[in-house]
């Protein structure tokens, strides 16, 4: 018996939390009573640690951040101007170095978001709005800070098929920068969704698509 709770003790969260008049990272502790901050470091079950900061006026939480090693994992949430917003990186990363197939429905198109009536083709529309690709990936990535502390910076190559349904699959990473990059990269296009899919003559159809997203620092 003594045994099994040891174990279960040995298994459990276990966790720390510190106290702060400000935001700001590396400034000097306080005591409870005098904090308007909160931060919780969450050591988990499955190794991961996830670093949580709490408004504690607001009874908010401004961010989260899960960590396996150095790749995100989990929900994140992060402050933007309207609030708090959420990422998911809840998924394996995946490497691979296969290309889209010769017999894509549409080949050799510069742009699968642009209508190409001398093929017939009419372009997906993005459930949210944006015109075009890049429009939605600059509303929708972040470029995570431990990369930028880091000077890490570079284009992510990735793949990804939009099915005759409209749903995004298959997305991997062909040729990478950096494992935070690499998964901010495939957060932002497994986001995507589709109002229409593509159609080709009249009728749905499935594209594959390669491309970069660039992560450039000013």
């Not at 949430?77 to 017999?103: H, T, W």
Request: with cysteine.
């Amino acid at each position: 018996m003594s045994f099994l709770m040891g174990l279960m003790v040995c298994n459990a969260q276990t966790s720390e939390t510190k106290y702060y008049k400000t935001s700001s990272h590396g400034e000097e502790e306080v005591s409870q009573d005098k904090a308007k901050y909160s931060q919780t470091i969450t050591q988990n079950e499955d190794g991961s640690i996830t670093k949580t900061r709490t408004n504690l006026k607001k009874n908010i939480v401004e961010s989260s951040e899960t960590l396996k090693g150095e790749e995100p994992f989990g929900i994140w949430i992060y402050l933007r101007g309207n609030g708090p917003a959420e990422m998911d990186y809840n998924f394996e990363l995946v490497y691979s170095q296969d290309k889209c197939p010769k017999e894509n429905v549409v080949p050799n198109m510069n742009d699968y978001f642009v209508d190409n009536p001398g093929q017939g083709y009419v372009a997906p529309k993005i459930s949210t709005g944006e015109e075009s690709l890049p429009q939605f990936v600059g509303r929708n990535m972040v470029y995570p800070a431990k990369a930028r502390r880091g000077g890490i910076q570079g284009a992510v190559w990735v793949t990804f098929t939009i099915t005759k349904q409209g749903n995004t699959e298959n997305v991997y990473v062909t040729k990478g920068v950096h494992l935070v990059l690499d998964k901010e990269a495939v957060r932002v296009i497994r986001k995507l969704k589709f109002s229409k899919p593509p159609m080709v003559n009249g009728q749905p159809a499935y594209v594959c698509i390669t491309m970069p997203l660039k992560f450039k620092l000013a």
